[in-house]
Structures are given as C-alpha cells and as structure tokens.
C-alpha cells in the first residue's frame, strides 16, 4: 500500500513542484483555504506545500500555518517532511550547509496552537509531549538518505525559532549559541508544534543561507541568503525524496496523539 507523505518546501518551492510535476489543488480547512500539489515518487504519493507560494510573498509571521498542517492530514499525509532555510550560529556550519535538527528551542511570541476551542478542551490530550519534537524514524532515514545520494547532511543540531520578519542582532546571536543552539529561523517551531498536534510525524532538513549577525560580513540580505539557499535546495529535496523510500513506520518511536476535533469548516 503506498504511502502518502507531505513535504513542506520553503526557499526553491517553485522549482521543486516543476520538477515533480506537481498539480495543484486547493484543501478547503477550518482555518482557511491551503494550495497543495500532488505528485509522486517511485514510493509514495507526495503532497507538496510551498510554505510562503510559489511566488514566495507571503512572510514567515503571517502565514497560516493551521490550514497548512491540517491540509495535509486532510490529504492523507502521516509523515511531513520540510525544508527550512535559516541562519547558522556556528562558522563551522557555512552557508550551503545543509542539517538534520534533534531538538528545537521555541521563541516565537504568536500562540499557535489547534487547542484554542472551548469546544474541543481536554487537558490530557493538548499537554502533548514535545520531549523529542522530530520523528526519530524519519530522521534516520533522511541520515541514512544523504549518504546514499552522497550528500553532506549534518546529523544533529539545535534549531532556535523566532517570529521574524528581522534577522537577529550580533548579541542575540551570541546569546542563542551561549544556550546551545546551533540554528536559527524563522518557520520550524510552529510547524512541528502543530504536526505534533494533529498526530503527524515531521522532521525536517534545515538550508543554512547565512552566518548569523556578528559571525560573517556587515551585513545580512534576504537576497544574498535566498542564493545562498537554491542550490542547496536541490540536494535537500534529493535527500528527502530518496528518505522517502527509506522510511521504517515500524521504527517510529513518536508519542501517541489525540488530535482536537476542529470547528466548523468556513473555507
């Protein structure tokens, strides 16, 4: 029986819907319309989503990511891959780099969160255990993915969240690395929050674009970082299609969720 995985696609989303072919497809959700594509590998059914559409307008605290999340349960998906451009808090990791995150410090300021009903309240089930915040299985095969198409992927490292749209100052920068982060942006936290939430397995493959504030030049530009991202794009997205096939659902060690009962669809 094939599998349907959901891939989020951030910085290249354009180019990685080409080249699957993917034909779009509008989810009505109870939190708003979300566009998807479909297509498919070898393994699996893909349901793709650029986070911010193709045309890359819509900024990282404004997007919807409720309709995003329940879009792709909607549609099938168990597993969600995504792509996360973001910033390195380490020379080592240059731009280019590309890492497999095992841990997550949330600093984001916006509650998001599919528990917000009065209606859908149940205590036990929305203090949800975030103690692992990825799926160990997908992580292992995105791991064992990279060696197989013979590309770097660093196997661990800590990914900080923040709302954005700025980039970070030189002294914050030295301070998320004082705590222990190792990478920073601006879209994986309430991605992995909510697909934790709605009983999906997620794990993502984070782009380095840019050393962060006070480690590398004057100066940050988007530009420079989108760049910086593109190539890097194509070998992520070759990583996660060959995870793909790799992927051992009896390896999954995530903890069992209840997902809220949504309100109403207003489309």
């Known amino acids: 029986m094939r599998m349907t995985v959901g891939i989020i696609l951030g910085t290249g989303a354009e180019s990685t819907v080409a080249r699957l072919g993917g034909t779009g497809e509008t989810i009505v959700t109870p939190y708003g319309d979300a566009m998807i594509y479909r297509a498919s590998t070898g393994s699996a059914d893909v349901v793709l989503v650029p986070r911010h559409g193709l ?4 900024l990282p605290h404004r997007l919807n990511y409720r309709s995003i999340i329940w ?7 168990h597993q969600v891959f995504a792509t996360n451009a973001c910033g390195s ?13 095992h841990d997550l410090i949330d600093l984001t300021r916006t509650l998001v969160t599919f528990w917000d009903d ?3 309240g149940d205590v036990a089930h929305a203090h949800n255990d975030f103690t692992k915040p990825y799926c160990a299985a997908m992580r292992a095969s995105l791991i064992d993915a990279a060696q197989a198409v013979g590309a770097t992927l660093h196997p661990a490292g800590v990914y ?11 002294a914050e920068v030295r301070l998320f690395a004082s705590w222990g982060a190792d990478l920073i942006g601006m ?3 309430p991605e992995a929050v909510l697909a934790r939430e709605a009983g999906l397995c997620y794990a993502p493959v984070a782009i380095v674009g840019n050393l962060g504030a006070g480690l590398g030049g004057d100066s940050i530009s988007h530009t420079a970082v989108a760049d910086a991202c593109q190539a ?3 070998r992520a ?29 207003t489309g």
């Open 237 to 265: 997205v070759d990583i996660i299609l060959e995870a793909i096939s790799r992927i051992d659902r009896r390896a999954c060690s995530c903890p069992p969720v209840v997902p809220p009962v949504p309100p109403a669809t």
């Open 160 to 170: 900080l969240c923040v709302d954005g749209p700025r980039f970070e100052t030189a």
């Open 118 to 120: 009065e209606r859908v």
């Open 55 to 58: 045309d890359h307008s819509r």
């Open 187 to 189: 879209t994986g936290a």
């Open 89 to 101: 808090l380490r020379r080592d990791l240059a731009p280019g780099a590309l890492a497999a995150p």
């Open 232 to 234: 890097a794009t194509v």
């Open 71 to 77: 879009a792709l349960r909607a549609a099938g998906a």
